[in-house]
């Protein structure tokens, strides 16, 4: 007999109806229902770099509205369901990500759609129990057939859990949002053939990380048709998509996508992009005058092939977002797009960073570029030099984010950058890895009082070992952060400082920080009676502390015991 989550689950065959509850049970938790509502409720305030929507407190009009059409007996099934998972009853949303839940829930859950006739929202992604049990679900989707989005991300889902989905999405021909992102089983003929199935309200079709194929980008092509209204088609993350070009895949969806007039938004980050799928999704784009944000990052085969794009994106007049970050571009690349960037006029986003060759064009961006909208221009890690420095200042102005970590022209030049912001206006300062200097911070400090810092929400000042005590003591000092949100002040791996001379500042200063929610102080030591201040002060205010467990004393001994152990390798 196999046991919960074998073979069974990952050979793409389909569950058996008999044994169905006995697998269940198999993987039935072994806690306590009591014991479960804790742990849901810590999963539930994820840590991780998936976004899930806030827990409300107390009833919601959903819950009202539902209580009223169902029997209290009814309803409260579904009230202490989700009381077990640690979540608020809502009937019309139902948002069970990081939970925990495993087969036996889902059976459960299956169980009760049937009391939640109003239900548009059903999330179980992040489950990654569920995955080979998906029909026990499906097969009750009729019930709630007013569903308007569905997400199953990273359920470990198979070729028969797409399989059951597919046949029954004639069931909720509403639907206008559904995410399978993060499931490796994903692609191939199973989806493929869910894919033929889709209702024609779809808006939203996400398939991240799935493992897609040339054959799958052709699937899409016949979906991209039969869904006019398709508005955000994201296909990031899979690198063997547009790999076969000439095999007609890529090629295939490419030339359907003028069919999807509605398109706002195309995500194709990490899909194997070469030149000739660049010069095959040109094609389609002057068709695409609603297009809003392109995302074609981390493509590095796209090294000398941009300029068969650029002379289309011209027609993308009401382009906001570009993103090009992470592709190797050359600069015969960035010179194309350079000339093309006064045409797009409706941009706010642009995005070149991680492109060594972009440090050296920065003149030529910022003078094509449409500056007084624009809010996001990252350059991090792009080889910037002092000229491309000083015209990023002209930038700045408008900017709610910048981003000039892994700059080392930075270090010593930072007045430059802060006497150009205007009050009020940035939101994200990074600045990681700049060789900073104890007078930039002085000037960063100076920057806080006159409050053109006092909308800040993140600060990055990580990986700046160079700066002295004083410089850390004056900013953490200086006041007018009151929205900042997260900082980070980690030193680089394999290094370590005490921070004594600067924590007393750091403890008067949290008063004044109401918005914190997380500290990063990586690498940092101190003493035992130091870090049980400071994570006191920020346990009582339910800040996150990432901190080594690395004391004073402790680390005084490392740098003790390294010369005895270098001395003892020698005489070896």
Known sequence: METAGGQRGRDGGGPKASPLDLLMNQIRRK???????????????DRTAVPEAAEETGPTSGVAEAAGGEQDGGWGRVCVFLQK???????????????????TDLLELATLLRLLPRLEELDVSWNELIGGCLPALTSHLQQVGGIRALRLCSCRLNAADVAALGEALCSVPLLEVLDLSWNSGVGGVALQCLLGKLPPPLRELHLVACRLTAADAAALAGTVSAVPGLCVLDLSCNPQLAQEVDAGGFAALASRLPHAAALAALRLQDCGLRPGGLEALGGSLHHHLSLRELDLSCNKSLAG??????????????LESLDLHLCRLTRSDLEALIQVLPSMVGLTQL???????????????????????????????????????????LAVPALLSVDVSWCKVVGGRLALLLDALQPSVVLELRLSSC???????????????RGVLSSLRTLDVSYNGSVGEDGWSALLAAGGLASLQDVDLSLRPLTSAPCSAWLPALLRALPGLPALTRLAAQRWTA????????????????????????????????NQESPEEDTRSLSN
């Open 31 to 45: 806690r306590a229902a009591s014991a479960r509502k804790p742990l849901g409720r810590f999963l539930s305030r």
């Open 85 to 103: 998972l640690g979540k608020e009853a809502d009937g019309r949303s139902l948002r069970l990500s990081h939970c925990d839940v495993t087969a």
């Open 305 to 318: 092939g941009l300029e068969t794009l650029t002379p289309h994106l011209a027609h993308l007049t009401h």
């Open 351 to 393: 995005d070149v960073s991680c492109n060594q060759e972009a440090g050296g064009v920065v003149d030529q961006l910022v003078a094509a570029l449409p500056l007084p909208q624009m809010r996001r221009l990252p350059l991090n890690s792009c080889s910037l030099n002092r000229d491309g420095f000083t015209a990023l200042a």
């Open 435 to 449: 060789d900073l200097t104890t007078e930039d911070l002085r000037h960063l400090a100076a920057a806080c009082r």
């Open 527 to 558: 003493g035992p009676r130091d870090r049980e201040q400071l994570t006191h002060s920020l346990r009582k205010r339910g800040v996150l502390l990432e901190w080594d467990v690395v004391t004073a004393s402790s680390s005084e001994a490392t």
